[in-house]
């Protein structure tokens, strides 16, 4: 017999499109964000339009939570989608903050 609570809904059939267009929008705006905020840090762009970096991110974030809604997650999933979003919108300052302290710490050395 199965635990009624391990069972999870089936996905609807017209659901399906929504979930396949919400992932593929979070690769999409999240590719975004981090294009863009590379552009701004290697002063391609204003400092300005960081704004807009951050837009894609929330963009990003809705998506993940259309698509694990749509999936009925479970809890667990449901936090593993929150990590994801926090890590992809904190990856990109660990990456330039660990760049620029290797520039500095190399910087005028012969």
Same mark, same amino acid.
């Given at each position: ?14 659901d ?5 267009? =919400?992932?593929? &929008? ?7 964000? +981090? %294009?863009?905020? /590379? @552009? ?20 990003? =974030?809705?998506? &993940? ?5 749509l999936?009925? +997650? %479970?809890?667990? /999933? @449901?936090k ?31």
């Amino acid at each position: 017999m199965l635990n009624p609570a391990i069972i999870r809904p089936e996905i609807a059939l017209n659901d399906f499109l929504p979930i396949f267009v =919400s992932s593929s &929008l979070v690769l999409v705006f999240g590719g975004i964000y +981090v %294009g863009i905020y /590379t @552009a701004v840090k290697v002063k391609y762009l204003k400092p300005w339009v960081m704004v807009i970096a951050y837009a894609f991110w929330t963009l990003t =974030s809705y998506c &993940l939570y259309v698509m694990g809604s749509l999936m009925h +997650v %479970g809890s667990f /999933t @449901a936090k593993a989608l929150v990590v994801a979003a926090i890590g992809l919108f904190l990856l990109p300052f660990a990456v330039y903050y660990m760049e620029d302290n290797v520039h500095k710490s190399n910087e005028h050395k012969t």
